[in-house]
């Protein structure tokens, strides 16, 4: 009875080790997405690529087609290989956390230069992370313009 008992308190106590707090997740996700923000700006397609899980899907902003697998990689190598790479800046951030799943979703803007002049591309974005093991990473990131606000 004693090593049940041992046994059944010793898994109960690894248990509550492992867990973290959802305000530890949330601060987590925003390290991943800053990360992410980071290596978009430094455009280092390899680093980018990195913060994605091997089956991740891409939605890219400017990508008439689903990434997936080695694509995401060549999707930013694509984007990073423009004259005048976009700079990116989060505006908005709404993440949740499930488990071992977050979905991080809200707004940011992409600067790129037109004509010589910085130029302003407001977007949307989702993002869901799954952990695996210290690291959060990617699954699913879909990006696109934000629509201009109706006319009255």
Not at 24 to 29: E, S
Not at 106 to 132: A, C, E, N, Q, W
Request: contains cysteine.
């Amino acid at each position: 009875m004693r090593i049940v008992s041992a046994l059944v308190l010793g898994g109960l106590v690894v248990g509550c080790q492992t867990m973290q707090s959802p305000e530890t997740a949330k601060a987590q996700i925003g390290s991943a997405t800053q990360a992410w923000s980071d290596a978009l700006n430094k455009c280092d397609p390899g680093r980018i690529a990195a913060l994605y899980d091997p089956q991740a899907i891409l939605w890219g902003t400017v990508s008439p087609t689903i990434s997936s697998g080695p694509g995401i990689r060549q999707y930013f190598d694509r984007v990073c290989g423009s004259p005048t790479p976009p700079k990116v800046a989060f505006t908005e951030q709404f993440v949740r956390v499930y488990g071992d799943t977050a979905v991080n979703s809200g707004s940011y803007t992409f600067t790129i230069v037109r004509d010589g002049k910085p130029t302003p591309l407001p977007g949307r974005y989702s993002m869901t992370f799954r952990k695996s093991g210290d690291q959060w990473l990617i699954v699913d990131h879909h990006s696109s313009l934000r629509p201009a606000p109706p006319k009255p």
